[in-house]
């Protein structure tokens, strides 16, 4: 295998996407000051590198290609796990090989770039343990026993579609109908209104439960929510 390119000393940023494959960019990296003009989907990530930047992560300057397989009909928040995907692999970089990067430093970093952002999400997608729930609160986090497998539960993502203006009360219909299917519990993913919930529910009575509430948005004319399964996993990482 060929030893790594070395690390950008020219001060710019190349950020592309294969989502945005005409909306490619390279941008000066100054870590303070006003901020370039970019295509609407780097605004966020430029952030992310500004920051870490002054941070003394890539100073010299980056080269950023970002590929998401999630697509926004799933229902679920895709920023700021990307912020921590974009801060993580920047950071590997730019730290010893027998190290690993400062998880808190990053977070911490992260909220300070982008202090509109869901902070739980990303500590979600920087700390979470498998068959664990990562509970979030102002003195720290915490950590309880979360496995549905074990307890012969399932967890689903149950997402809306249509109109827009429309979700909040079409996802309200979708749980219920999925409580009174057997649904046990449902809540959203983050603190966002969306168009989607997590659902904990029996796995003896899934099929149940997809079929009634398909049955009631057919019954009404209206597209079918989407079902996703959910795996209690852990923490954002390098994948090798």
């Known amino acids: 295998m060929p030893p790594p390119p070395p690390p950008r000393g020219d001060g710019l940023v190349r950020l592309s996407s294969l989502g945005h494959p005409a909306d490619s960019c390279d941008l000066p990296l100054s870590p303070d000051g006003p901020v370039p003009a970019a ?3 780097a605004v966020r990530p430029y952030a992310v590198l500004r920051a870490l930047a002054r941070a003394g992560f890539g100073s010299g300057g980056t080269d950023l290609h ?8 799933a ?31 990053l977070a911490r970093l992260l909220a300070r770039a982008l202090p509109d952002g869901d902070d739980a ?7 979470a343990r498998p068959g664990e729930a990562l509970l ?33 009360a ?3 219909r979708a ?5 009174r299917a057997g649904a046990l519990s449902a809540w959203p993913p983050g603190r966002r209104p969306g168009r989607s919930v997590l659902v904990l529910l029996p796995a003896a009575r899934l099929t149940a439960v997809r079929a009634a509430v398909a049955e009631e948005f057919r019954g009404r004319g209206r597209p079918v929510p989407r079902f996703l399964n959910i795996a209690v996993a852990g923490a954002a990482r390098r994948e090798e």
Do not use: K, M
């Not at 749980?175 to 409580?179: I, K």
């Open 75 to 105: 229902g679920l928040a895709t920023a700021e796990p990307a912020d921590c995907a974009v801060a993580l692999a920047v950071a590997d970089v730019h730290t010893r090989a027998d190290e690993e990067p400062d998880r808190e430093r």
């Open 136 to 168: 979030t609160t102002p003195g720290g986090r915490r950590y309880v026993p979360f496995d549905p497998a074990a307890s012969q539960e399932r967890l689903v993502l149950l997402a809306v579609r249509g109109d827009p203006g429309e979700r909040a």
């Open 66 to 73: 970002l590929q998401g397989s999630l697509t926004a009909a």
């Open 175 to 179: 749980v219920a109908c999925a409580r």
């Open 121 to 127: 999400l990303r500590r979600a997608a920087l700390f």
């Open 39 to 41: 295509p609407a989907w």
């Open 170 to 172: 079409e996802l309200a």
